[in-house]
């Protein structure tokens, strides 16, 4: 049986931002103080103990996360993924994207970290402190939509709409790349997102719409 | 009331009728007759009188959805809210010999931990436990280590090893009743094979094969799919031990859940409301609260604490039921003039420890002159087939489609007029011919297999039916207050499918008002009754009484707005373009609301028979590529003709035609349940390895509404779309490289093998 949940194999990174902020947080007392730590915050009475290098971090860690422009403070398990930590770990939840696959193939989680697409399903909170994160709640509101959502609107880009956050965000970080993209160029753009509904067709046409759109 | 009505006359009551409408019960349709009242009322009126209807309408709910903001039960997140975990069983069939929570108790976080309903397993995911902690990861965690030992028993989860007369038992032995010994009926016991049911004349049939020029034997074969919606199974339960509880589900049938769920929590009926703003997709696997809702209520209610529990995608793939495969065995003869004369079937329903679902043969579309069936239900240890878009039709539609191109080349007739010539209704035949104008078949491949070089193109084509008729079961309230706000308050769902939007469309087409101008409530249990969104009935069943209560709240404020007006007579006052005009007066909708009473009005309305009806039909062109060095089939275009009586609004039903289309090509070319027959699981229970159609695969769609349809009526179209998808696509596949491919999904594999027999008989 598979087990989605198995430790992420991470290989040995020295990424000297990771250090700095590995350095920086404390062991927080295991497990059980967790739900104190989630629950009431301020009642937190754990001694946060500097981390040897080298020793993996257990308990819970302090982190920041910089996400759509704003400083979010929230405790998470090392294990914690960045997906989790926006949708039950911040208060209050960044909730645009979705949980489906949990293992990096349907693109439903996606977020921008520094400008680049990702996973954020396969992406550790703790590695995503330091970066830049937009989730699809960045991009407009549904009063302000930005040129890709409102693209998607016209289109009919979207049907059960829970593939969509994941779509607008892959082709919102595409057309910066690429303004002027051909049909072929945007189906592969957005090869790494699943839709079950099949807004396949018009999530193309919204991506050459938004793209002329934002030409013109 | 400041204004009461006045007294009347006590009416005539009104003439009653009875009718046959659907009834969904757990996404199968099912016919029952009721009665309702025999009334005129307002009509649709033509197609092209519409204001809104019949237009393209973005959906009211883009823009909550393209932003992030829109709020599915996955995003629900509550004080104190524990998270669930289910624990599942790894074998194709045991019994639990030993269960201990005990360690896994102890972890940190965890709040509960429950046995599940059953100790004899008999599909590898069913549920056994499950566990409520602070966070998913302590869940999962303490899920793992709960202490399960299993006696392992003997299994089979192919359908050719479960036909054989000593294969494993998969369901109980039926248990004698202890007064008379014989099988006590419910319990479910049966052999791996179960007749279900055969109809015709077998003397008859096979008398008329003898005058056949053309006979066809052959077995067709589909596989178990898998809905896959994005927002897996689950629920929010809210509830902290009190006398009330909210559930927030993802579900197709609102009205399913607060009876299931109260049951669960020992409240009344009355004290659970459930809701479901926005969902995940269904696809036919979301009715009532599921396994996963029952241990979600148990935990909260040992917990008295909101739970969370949405599954896993290999949860979700393992044990929310799944699409029936077939096996169906052919043979079908035809006269050299076209006429399909005589057919005999066998089909196999595989449901695993389900019954399973398939459309008895010949399919409906077509006219067989004698046919004899046989059907069966043939189980294996795997997880219950259940209702998935159009259940039972797209595998009894694959087989016979693909069966009547064969017939069609046999006899060297073109496989679109030797469809005309077995269809009965005509509304076939002109969506036939539009579709082949438009898709341009006479410049298909001539010669199946023929011409240079290894990427062959090829062209086929396949129709469907569906019923998509709806029931009196929606509440529908439309209300108008002083300050101009129109509100309709709805019981039913909005899937993803438009609803909301529709519903918006035909109150403010009515009071010639705009989109925005009206606000819905729906998805929510306290919002009256409606039928669960199964068998393509919500838009038939909603829409009659949404126009009623839109036409009653029209009259009732013509009345209001008369004296405003010169006293002219309600039934001569234009509601349009945001004003209501008579006698060359005009007041703007606002201003005239103004004179309303305080409480405003409301509007209740009555499901009219007479503005829906059931029968659509439809047919899909599709055109492939096949490499034949590498057996890759590369769709290049699908062509969708479809009739729905009066399209609520053009633009999303496209969308779900193209739905169809695309759920129907996975089907066709990548979608499979991969079983080990060994261990008896699964291998493919995840996104990784069960390949769904994707942005690369994609055809040119084109989705054709048919005008030609002039029916008032409102007719749902969803599951019609996906059916004809799959038999065009196999139909293409022949017609490009020569070599039928009888087992769905058609991979590279299969298509080089079909390849090399052509060679070797050739």
Redesign the interface.
């Known amino acids: 049986?598979?087990?989605?949940?198995e430790p992420k194999k991470k290989t040995d990174r020295h990424d000297p931002s990771r250090r700095k902020f590995l350095k920086g947080v404390g062991v927080a007392g295991?497990?059980?103080?967790?739900?104190d730590h989630?629950?009431a915050p301020d009642a937190r009475a754990t001694t946060n103990k500097s981390i040897v290098a080298g020793q993996p971090v257990n308990g819970s860690v302090d982190v920041v996360l910089d996400v759509n422009g704003a400083r979010r403070n929230v405790t998470v398990?090392p294990?914690?993924t960045l997906l989790?930590a926006l949708?039950?770990?911040l208060e209050p939840?960044?909730?645009?994207?979705?949980?489906?696959?949990?293992?990096g193939?349907?693109g439903?989680c996606t977020v921008l970290m520094d400008g680049k697409n990702v996973y954020s399903c396969l992406v550790l909170a703790v590695d995503a402190v330091g970066k830049k994160l937009t989730?699809?709640?960045g991009?407009?509101?549904?009063?302000k939509?930005s040129a890709v959502?409102?693209a998607?609107?016209?289109h009919?880009g979207?049907?059960?709409?829970?593939?969509?956050?994941g779509f607008?965000t892959t082709i919102s970080a595409f057309l910066k790349k690429n303004a002027n993209p051909t049909l072929d160029e945007?189906?592969?753009a957005?090869?790494g997102?699943?839709?079950?509904?099949?807004?396949?067709?018009?999530?193309?046409e919204a991506a050459l719409a938004a793209a002329k759109a934002g030409r013109t | 009331m400041p204004q009461q009505p006045q007294a009347q006359p006590s009416p005539t009551p009104p003439k009653k009728k009875k009718i046959r409408v659907p009834r969904v019960v757990n996404g199968i349709e099912q016919m029952v007759e009721i009665e309702v009242d025999d009334v005129a009322g307002p009509g649709w009126g033509p197609h092209d009188k519409h204001t809104l209807l019949n237009h393209r309408i973005t959906r009211v709910d883009g823009p909550l959805k393209v932003s992030g903001a829109a709020k599915y039960t996955y995003d629900v997140r509550l004080p104190n809210m524990l998270y669930g975990r289910v624990r599942r069983c790894p074998h194709a069939h045991a019994k639990i010999k030993k269960f201990d929570s005990s360690a896994a108790m102890r972890m940190p976080g965890v709040k509960a931990i429950i046995q599940g309903p059953l100790t004899e397993l008999r599909f590898a995911g069913a549920p056994v436990a499950a566990v409520a902690a602070t966070t998913p990861e302590l869940a999962q965690d303490a899920a793992r280590a709960i202490v399960v030992e299993y006696e392992v028993l003997p299994h089979v989860v192919t359908p050719d090893a479960a036909i054989k007369p000593n294969a494993p038992r998969v369901l109980p032995e039926p248990q004698p009743a202890p007064a008379t010994g014989s099988p006590t009926p419910g319990t479910g016991g049966e052999d791996n094979l179960a007749a279900k049911g055969k109809q015709g004349d077998p003397q008859k049939v096979a008398a008329a094969f003898a005058n056949c020029d053309a006979v066809v034997e052959a077995e067709y074969r589909t596989p178990r799919l898998h809905h896959c919606c994005l927002e897996t199974h689950g629920m929010v339960v809210d509830f902290s031990g009190g006398e009330t509880a909210t559930i927030y589900a993802t579900t197709q049938g609102t009205f399913t859940i607060p009876q299931d769920a109260a049951r669960e929590l020992g409240l009344q009926q009355s004290a659970v409301t459930a809701t479901v703003q926005h969902m995940g997709g269904g696809f036919g696997s979301k009715f009532g609260i599921g396994i996963e809702g029952l241990l979600a209520c148990r935990l909260s209610k040992e917990t008295k604490s909101p739970v969370k529990l949405m599954l896993t995608r290999s949860d979700e793939f393992l044990m929310t039921g799944n699409r029936s495969g077939s096996w169906q065995k052919l043979k079908g003869g035809a006269k050299k003039d076209g006429t399909f004369v005589a057919l005999q079937a066998t089909q196999y329903r595989l449901g695993g420890v389900g019954q399973g679902s398939q459309a008895g043969q010949p399919y409906s579309v077509y006219r067989a002159g004698d046919f004899y069936r046989e059907v069966y239900a043939l189980h294996t240890n795997e997880d219950s087939a259940i209702a998935m878009r159009a259940p039972g039709h797209p595998q009894t539609s694959f087989a016979m489609e693909s069966l009547l191109d064969e017939l069609a080349y046999k006899i060297g007739m073109d496989p679109v007029a030797f469809r005309k010539k077995n269809m009965p209704d005509a509304m076939y035949h002109r969506q036939l011919d539009r579709a082949a104008r438009e898709i341009n078949w006479a410049k298909r491949n001539a010669t199946p297999g023929g011409g240079s070089g290894p990427l062959k193109r090829g062209m086929g084509c396949a129709a469907g039916t569906w019923g998509g008729g709806g029931n009196d079961q929606c509440k529908v309230d439309v209300t108008v207050t002083r300050d101009g706000a129109v509100t309709v308050a709805v019981g039913t769902q909005d899937l993803g499918t438009g609803t909301r939007t529709f519903t918006r469309a035909i109150v403010a087409e009515e009071l010639g008002l705009g989109i925005k101008d009206v606000v819905e409530q729906i998805g929510n249990s306290k919002l009256g009754g409606a039928n669960s969104s199964g068998g393509s009935t919500t838009a038939a069943s909603l829409s009659p009484s949404v126009k009623d209560a839109a036409y009653k709240a029209r009259m009732e404020l013509a009345a209001k707005f008369s004296p405003l007006l010169g006293n002219a007579k309600p039934e001569e006052i234009v509601f349009a373009n945001g004003n209501v005009t008579a006698g060359g007066k005009s007041i703007a909708w606002k201003q005239a609301c103004a004179a309303l009473p305080p409480a405003g009005i409301v509007a209740h309305g009555v499901w009219r028979s007479d503005l829906q009806s059931r029968g659509v039909h439809g047919v899909v062109f599709a055109e492939v590529e096949v490499d034949v060095e590498t057996g890759k089939v590369r769709p290049l275009k699908m062509l969708q003709v479809q009739d729905g009586g009066l399209p609520l609004n053009r633009l999303t039903m496209e969308s779900q035609i193209n739905g169809g289309m695309i759920q129907g090509l996975g089907m066709a070319l990548f979608e499979t349940r991969v079983m080990d027959a060994d261990l008896g699981i699964q291998l493919n229970p995840s996104f990784m390895d069960y390949k769904l159609p994707g942005s690369l695969e994609m055809p040119e769609m084109i989705p054709l509404i048919d005008d030609e349809d002039k029916r008032e009526v409102v007719i749902g179209i969803a599951e019609a779309a996906i059916i004809p998808a799959i038999g065009a696509i196999a139909n293409a596949v022949f017609n490009a490289c020569g070599a039928r491919i009888r087992d769905l999904p058609i991979t590279p594999d299969k298509v080089l093998m079909a390849l090399a027999t052509e060679r070797r008989s050739a």
């Open positions: 049986m598979s087990d989605e949940h295991a497990g059980a103080a967790l739900v989630l629950i398990e294990r914690t989790n949708r039950n770990h939840a960044v909730t645009g994207p979705k949980l489906v696959c949990d293992m193939s349907c439903a989730t699809v709640e991009f407009g509101t549904a009063e939509m959502q409102a998607f609107v016209e009919d979207l049907m059960c709409g829970f593939c969509t956050p607008v945007v189906r592969e957005c090869k997102n699943f839709c079950r509904c099949g807004t396949y067709p018009r999530v193309f």
